[in-house]
């Protein structure tokens, strides 16, 4: 036994100097308080709000009411945060159950993470995570950020928190101009960022507001109101001693175009024969199509349904093999 942990350890802290670890905990936020009876992001371990400007939001499909927490869809019921319909739009996460949103810039909240170690003095880390807006969005805007530090840093005074907002530097983040408003995919952002030595924590959100920039999206009601999902964030070291590279997994599923006015492509492979299962915002299911195991790429068709937002699902008996979101608009030209 004292063998086996001793291997376990090593192999730890040898993948730990590798610089191939995310040293973010809990980065796609699974990690969660059972059942939580709200919507804080307090709820998902190891987050936490370092302002009491803005309250971020956990989405987590156990709401209020939902005695045995085992609603992986969560369609059907809106509050103010947990439920993926909410009253900023509807979202499903980019991986598993769970993620996070906030409101910028008017609410300007942010999120914050002690990480698994802290950062090698001059050495390169690449920064990443997936972003989502939502359809209640008056407009989306370009700088959302990292800001890394050696201690935590919090300020819960109302009459101070703007300036501590504004007294954040931006590290790492999305690119100027590059305006976030994909309502439908989740969105990659990545950067890089040459360390200090001895950072342990980092704030995320809209940091740089001195310098950000807006894109309206509803020219009829126009502000600055903006809401984001976040899921998967990573923060990893690129040129420290490395043994191995670990590729990234393909991602088997592919649907397009989405939106679309009826016409859908969909390619995958799978290894067994599967269904694509069609829900609207009810719950209800409206499509079932069968796929054949192997590699497939076909096509199918939702001209004789209403206009609105469905979840689509793939499963292989009662393996679920993959979930997302689609958007049927009247509005798309193809």
């Not at 869809?73 to 009253?87: D, K």
């Not at 109302?158 to 439908?184: E, M, R």
């Not at 969105?187 to 980092?202: C, I, K, N, P, S």
Request: some cysteine; glycine content about 8%; charged content about 15%.
């Amino acid at each position: 036994m004292k063998t086996r942990l001793f291997t376990f350890c090593l192999l730890f802290f040898s993948l730990l100097s590798s610089g191939q670890v995310n040293l973010v905990r809990n980065p796609s936020f699974e990690d969660t308080i059972r059942c939580p009876s709200d919507s804080t992001i307090t709820k998902a371990r190891y987050w936490y709000n370092p302002s009491i400007c803005g309250s971020p939001d956990y989405f987590y499909p156990t709401m209020i009411g939902n005695l045995d927490c085992v609603d992986m869809l969560a369609v059907g019921n809106s509050w103010g945060g947990g439920s993926y319909l909410n009253n900023w739009g509807f979202q499903l996460p980019h991986t598993g159950i769970a993620y996070a949103g906030f409101g910028v810039p008017e609410a300007a909240e942010l999120i914050a993470n002690h990480m698994l170690d802290s950062m090698q003095a001059g050495k390169k880390y690449e920064v990443s995570f997936y972003t989502s807006l939502g359809e209640a969005s008056r407009s989306g805007l370009d700088m959302i950020s990292f800001c890394f530090m050696q201690d935590s840093v919090v300020d819960y005074n109302q009459n101070t928190c703007w300036f501590f907002i504004d007294s954040l530097q931006a590290h790492a983040g999305n690119k100027p101009y590059n305006y976030l408003i994909d309502t439908v995919r989740w969105r990659l952002v990545t950067d890089t960022f040459t360390a200090q030595g001895g950072e342990e924590y980092f704030v995320f959100g809209g940091i740089d507001t001195l310098n950000d920039h807006y894109y309206l999206v509803d020219s009829i009601f126009p502000s600055r109101a903006a809401y984001y999902y976040f899921d998967d964030f990573d923060v990893h070291c690129i040129d420290c001693e490395q043994d191995t590279v670990i590729s990234p997994p393909i991602r088997p599923f592919l649907l397009y175009p989405n939106p679309s006015s009826g016409q859908y492509f969909l390619e995958c492979t799978v290894l067994a024969p599967s269904v694509v299962e069609i829900f609207n915002m009810l719950g209800q299911k409206v499509e079932t199509i069968p796929i054949s195991e192997g590699e497939n790429r076909f096509s199918f068709n939702l001209t004789t349904h209403a206009a609105g937002v469905y979840v689509w699902r793939v499963r292989s008996g009662n393996e679920q093999l993959h979930t997302g979101k689609l958007v049927l608009s009247n509005d798309v030209s193809q």
